[in-house]
């Protein structure tokens, strides 16, 4: 994801870390039958990222492996510091 484009602003929002989780792999839909929520935000993902790993900002894990069908590659903890998927801190 590029975390200087627009519409990735909401990863690093002033005042807090509501959209903590780094969601990779994100599987868009290949049809035109999605929701039209998903419709916008599969723009969005597409503007600030792109194939073959679409990448986005979620405020939860459940959501980027749920809902999106991505895979965690990092999460941002309350102290700052980032924890990747592979147990490693930084």
Request: proline share 6%; charged share 15%; hydrophobic share 30%.
């Amino acid at each position: 994801i590029n975390l200087q484009h627009e519409s990735a602003k909401h990863c690093f929002p002033p005042g807090g870390a509501r959209h903590h989780v780094c969601c990779v792999d994100i599987q868009l839909p290949k049809n035109e039958t999605a929701s039209v929520h998903f419709n916008i935000l599969e723009n969005r993902i597409k503007q600030a990222s792109g194939a073959p790993s679409y990448s986005w900002c979620t405020c939860s894990v459940e959501i980027c492996e749920g809902q999106l069908g991505g895979k965690v590659l990092w999460i941002l903890q309350p102290d700052g510091s980032i924890r990747m998927q592979n147990g490693e801190s930084f």
